[in-house]
């Protein structure tokens, strides 16, 4: 008999999956290819030692990462992506960029937390840093996740009712958050460690962690961001991408610019005033040489 599930860890060729009465099971999957993901709804059925995945039911998204050599699937049917950072340490610009870029080229909607806002001078060099985020779209929530002060409430208000995917570089606060919203996270990583038998490996493993025993949100824990490889996207699509270029994306004098170097740019006009940062429009040039020269 075959039952529904819900998967909350992948390694290899294995996969723990939650059976609608919240239990967690060591499953394999049926087909040759590891084609499960964590959120995956699947259809599942009992053998002797652990379950079998049957079906992989239709997804409503699914957030990956491509590089030159292959794709890295995340996670599947995530409501947002919170990419956390923090004042310390420092983080990358461009790793931002690229991780919300991706979120906006699969219709996922992203804010940024920034977390250890307790570090005061490092904070606010930080919030300098992200200014311009907010008037494009991208809220920057402040965070302290210290065990002596309560979480922002509008943080965790925007995790109620959700699944989010928490992406971060290593040092940001990922765990740490984990531990402050989930009981028994450490009991439960430690169980899922056990049953994957990936020992050490846990820590790189993406897992789903629901907040309340209700099981309505959960936070999607995964490894960080460093070689997050856009290489799925066209460099003629990234202006559309980048919600601060999107906006004078269609002003320029040709059709086909690509906002580098074209005269009648209205993108370029835009930086030199100072309304789009210089550092994204920088970091836009970048990621299009990039994607221009890895694709031929
Ligand atoms: N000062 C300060 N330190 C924090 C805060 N949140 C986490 N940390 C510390 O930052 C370090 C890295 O946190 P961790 O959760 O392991 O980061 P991860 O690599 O993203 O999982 C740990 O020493 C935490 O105790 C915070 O709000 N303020
Ligand atoms: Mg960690
Ligand atoms: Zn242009």
Not at 97 to 112: D, E, G, H, T, Y
Request: net charge neutral; aromatic share 8%.
């Amino acid at each position: 008999m075959t039952q529904k599930g819900l998967v909350t860890a992948t390694h290899g060729r294995h996969a723990v999956v939650e059976s609608q009465d919240g239990l967690r099971r060591l499953c394999h999957f049926r087909g040759k290819k590891n084609e499960v993901v964590v959120g995956d709804h699947v259809l599942w059925s009992t053998s002797e030692d652990a379950g079998i995945i049957e079906q992989v039911q239709k997804r409503t998204n699914l957030f990956y990462r491509s590089d030159e050599l292959r794709t890295k699937s995340f996670a599947a049917n995530i409501d947002q992506i919170v990419v956390l950072v923090a004042s310390d340490p420092d983080f990358s610009e461009e790793q931002i960029v690229r991780a919300l870029i991706s979120a906006n080229s699969q219709n996922i909607p992203a804010f940024v937390a920034l977390n250890k806002s307790d570090l005061h001078v490092p904070f606010e060099r930080a919030k300098e840093k992200l200014k311009h985020y907010p008037a494009m779209g991208y809220d920057v929530l402040p965070l302290t996740l210290t065990r002596d002060s309560a979480v922002n409430p509008e943080f965790t208000d925007r995790l109620k009712n959700k699944i989010s995917f928490i992406m971060g570089p290593s040092g940001a606060g990922k765990s740490t958050l984990i531990n402050r919203l989930v009981p028994n996270a450490q009991a439960l990583t430690g169980e899922i460690s056990k049953a994957l038998q990936s020992g050490k490996h846990t820590t790189t493993a993406t897992t789903l962690y629901w907040t309340d025993s209700q099981r309505t949100s959960a936070l999607i824990d995964s490894p960080g961001f460093q070689e997050f490889g856009l290489n799925h996207i066209e460099p003629s699509q990234l202006a559309d991408l980048m919600p601060d270029l999107k906006e004078y994306n269609t002003g320029c004098k040709f059709y086909n610019c690509t906002h580098l170097h074209e005269p009648g740019c209205v993108v370029r006009a835009q930086v030199e005033s100072g309304l789009i940062s210089t550092s994204r429009y920088k970091i836009y040039g970048q990621l299009f040489n990039q994607l221009s020269t890895s694709r031929y």
